[in-house]
T-cell receptor, first 115, second 113 residues
Framework: EAGVAQSPRYKIIEKRQSVAFWCNPI?????LYWYQQILGQGPKLLIQ????????DSQLPKDRFSAERLKGVDSTLKIQPAKLEDSAVYLC?????????????FGPGTRLTVL | GDSVTQMEGPVTLSEEAFLTINCTYT??????LFWYVQYPGEGLQLLLK?????DKGSNKGFEATYRKETTSFHLEKGSVQVSDSAVYFC????????????FGKGTHLIIQP
């Protein structure tokens, strides 16, 4: 079974530029998550989708971050404009139904460096 | 809000030593508890989980017991190997399922031959 796919794996941009990340979850998984992991810290949830609807985006900085999951499968996360403090690894995860006992499967992440 | 606290690293042990990584949590209701591991150069992967009080999760020789009375989920292994060197994250998922996982800061484990 294929795992969660993410691209690109690495991205370097200047501050104030825009960037987009792509995620393809495990086939059949209804729930998709985006996390931000700053160096030396645990991942922090940015947004959770159930199919193509947003369940929780309370920690998403909506003035610069946006995310969508059209057709309930792939998802993109965008940052515009980027700030230095956005340098982090962006992780995508998926689970079968989003229940509290479900296992979340993580992709390899996209490492973003903002100069 | 919910939070997870785990022991600071790095933790350095010799091969075949006994391992304990402490994890305590704060949450309302009845969360599920998880340990994830990140090996060098790899992504996060589930190590074990427990979904209700007194449950014991186990995998690859690692164990953790969900202790509601002490709000803890300590990770243990009787005899560590060099290949166990990694960063270990304790995490919780609220009982309702929404809000995603809340992670601790991670503990870097280094096993020396």
């Amino acid at each position: 079974e294929a795992g969660v796919a993410q691209s690109p794996r690495y991205k370097i941009i200047e501050k104030r530029q825009s960037v987009a990340f792509w995620c393809n979850p495990i086939s059949g998984h209804a729930t998709l998550y985006w996390y931000q992991q700053i160096l030396g810290q645990g991942p922090k949830l940015l947004i959770q989708f159930q199919n193509n609807g947003v369940v929780d985006d309370s920690q998403l900085p909506k003035d610069r971050f946006s995310a969508e999951r059209l057709k309930g499968v792939d998802s993109t996360l965008k940052i515009q404009p980027a700030k230095l403090e956005d340098s982090a690894v962006y992780l995508c995860a998926s689970s079968l139904s989003g229940g509290s006992t479900d296992t979340q499967y993580f992709g390899p992440g996209t490492r973003l460096t903002v100069l | 809000g919910d939070s997870v606290t785990q022991m600071e690293g790095p933790v350095t042990l010799s091969e075949e030593a006994f391992l304990t990584i402490n994890c305590t949590y704060t949450a309302t209701g009845y969360p599920s508890l998880f340990w994830y591991v990140q090996y060098p150069g790899e992504g996060l992967q589930l190590l074990l989980k427990a979904t209700k009080a007194d449950d014991k999760g186990s995998n690859k020789g690692f164990e953790a017991t969900y202790r509601k009375e002490t709000t803890s989920f300590h990770l243990e292994k009787g005899s560590v190997q060099v290949s166990d060197s990694a960063v270990y994250f304790c995490a919780l998922m609220p009982g309702g399922g929404a809000d995603g996982l809340t992670f601790g800061k991670g503990t870097h484990l280094i096993i020396q031959p």
